[in-house]
């Protein structure tokens, strides 16, 4: 079973930037398509952003679009998501996702990944 662990989590002013990774504790990645999702308290998890199996297709949410960038380094068997100006609406608790897939493409679905990783907490507060 492919187990997935997030880091990078924490406290960070408005305009701040923060990174989070998310590695495999077992299998390479390079079969994956990878995923970030986000669960603000009171709300539904959001998909945030995807990234396909060579890393040659990316989604973002509208909401991020321009200061988030999803990448990954599969020797490393490593996800990131580099975030950048923060804002207090970005807090939530972010998870890294994964699907097995044959596809070159990636979808924003939370039904469509099989692996989740425990979540870390991003905090955007003055």
């Known amino acids: 079973q492919l187990q997935l662990v997030e880091s990078g989590g924490g406290l960070v002013h408005p305009g701040g930037s923060l990174r989070l990774s998310c590695a495999s504790s077992g299998f390479t990645l390079d079969y994956y398509a990878l995923g970030w999702f986000r669960q603000a308290p009171g709300k539904e998890r959001e998909a945030v952003s995807c990234i396909s199996r060579s890393g040659g297709v990316t989604n973002y949410a509208e909401s991020v679009k321009g200061r988030f960038t999803i990448s990954r380094e599969n020797a490393k068997k490593a996800v990131y998501l580099q975030m950048n100006s923060l804002k207090p609406e970005d807090t939530a608790v972010y998870y890294c996702?994964?699907?097995?897939?044959?596809?070159?493409?990636?979808?924003?679905?939370?039904?469509?990944?099989?692996?989740w990783g425990q979540g870390t907490q991003v905090t955007v507060s003055s």
């Open positions: 996702a994964a699907v097995r897939t044959y596809r070159t493409d990636c979808a924003a679905s939370i039904n469509g990944y099989d692996y």
